[in-house]
């Protein structure tokens, strides 16, 4: 996705559900502040499409000055128009296919909707950039879901498409993602709750992942 630590797994940064589009922007500038992040994921929430526009073409900008991957999800319309890097689908495979088949190798494209084994399989099929595990707001418990971190473990050991495991609203959750092997933890709540420590807590983060994530062989 972009240049950072690649021999261990890295943070990935989903922007919270906030109306007010510069509150949102200054929040996310601040989090991208504290370190390494690989990619920021956009979701629409309950924006109408023309909001969505709005905000996307204010985070992308941010989001690359980062050095990250700005990933749109859902709209490859507002995807396009905000010039971001990729697409997150979170439909299921039929979606995602002819996702893929449209917009690569211009746009990153990803996704997942994947609740066990076989799905997961059918989604690596259809050859994404990567595979999500996990909701995009499913970040309801301190720790990581136990099946999307055996999902990242299973996957991560035979599958070469790098995946993303959701985590949970405690940062830590961080490290018990990155010891299944997955490539990519999401984080959330646990570095947007509490606004003004975002900066910290994606510093925090990162020093926790280089002193304990297990590193990737070449």
């Not at 990729?86 to 994947?114: C, F, Y």
Request: aromatic residues 4%; proline residues 5%.
């Amino acid at each position: 996705m972009t240049t950072g630590p690649e021999d261990r797994c890295r943070l990935v940064l989903i922007v919270p559900d906030i109306a007010d589009i510069e509150e949102r922007r200054t929040i996310l500038a601040d989090a991208l502040r504290g370190g390494d992040v690989a990619s920021v994921i956009v979701p629409q929430y309950g924006l109408d499409d023309t909001l969505f526009q709005k905000h996307a073409e204010r985070l992308v900008p941010v989001i690359q000055d980062a050095g990250a991957a700005a990933l749109i999800a859902g709209d490859s319309r507002v995807a396009g128009r905000a010039k971001a890097d990729g697409l997150h689908i979170t439909g299921g495979v039929a979606e995602l296919a002819e996702a893929i088949e449209k917009h690569t190798p211009k746009l990153i494209v990803g996704g997942g909707n994947a609740g066990d084994r076989h799905n997961a399989l059918e989604v690596g099929e259809a050859r994404p950039d990567y595979i999500f595990f996990g909701k995009l707001d499913g970040d309801i418990k301190p720790e990581a879901h136990p099946k999307n971190i055996a999902l990242g473990e299973w996957w991560s050991a035979m599958i070469e498409i790098p995946c993303i495991v959701m985590g949970g609203t405690d940062p830590a959750s961080a490290l018990a993602v990155a010891e299944s092997g997955a490539e990519f933890v999401a984080l959330r709540q646990a570095v947007f709750g509490d606004a003004a420590s975002a900066a910290r807590i994606v510093a925090e983060v990162n020093a926790l992942l280089d002193e304990k994530a297990p590193r990737f062989d070449d």
